[in-house]
């Protein structure tokens, strides 16, 4: 469990959108806490959590793409002991499946392939830093499904 209070605010958010169904009441926190934290100046943990979860609420898959890469980004600049120190179970080789998973999402829904097919391969060269638990499957699904929509095979 987080230790952290802005990484408590933005699972919040987090609740709202996928527990609750208040997309855009979470997408209102969000831009409040980005406000809080200074934006893409703030704390590159909360810069990348925060943008990773704003990616989520947007309606516009340009916008949705924009939040993924200042996701991306603020995430090679977190540390292992700052991942640790704010309570969050994984390292910071494990944000970059779930992260190069969404960025291959959005440029498929773009039409841009190869870009899309780049970063599932980017995906799935750092799927092993994720376990065999729920979240480890849910984002080996993704890149299944994704593999599948872009005619690659496994």
Do not use: K
Not at 16 to 44: K, M, N, V
Not at 78 to 102: C, F, I, K, M, W
């Amino acid at each position: 469990m987080t230790t952290d209070p802005t990484m408590a605010r933005i699972g919040q958010g987090v609740e709202l959108h996928h527990h609750q169904g208040q997309r855009e009441a979470a997408r209102d926190l969000f831009a409040q806490i980005w406000d809080d934290i200074g934006g893409e100046r703030g704390d590159p943990l909360h810069v990348c959590v925060l943008a990773h979860s704003m990616a989520d609420v947007q309606d516009d898959v340009h916008q949705e793409l924009m939040w993924d890469l200042r996701a991306l980004a603020a995430a090679d600049l977190v540390t292992d002991e700052r991942v640790a120190q704010a309570g969050v179970p994984l390292s910071v080789a494990g944000l970059y499946p779930s992260l190069h998973l969404n960025v291959s999402e959005c440029y498929r829904r773009l039409g841009d392939l190869g870009r899309a097919r780049e970063h599932l391969q980017r995906a799935r060269a750092e799927i092993g830093a994720l376990g065999d638990d729920e979240y480890g499957q849910l984002i080996r699904g993704g890149l299944e499904r994704l593999a599948e929509q872009l005619g690659e095979t496994t």
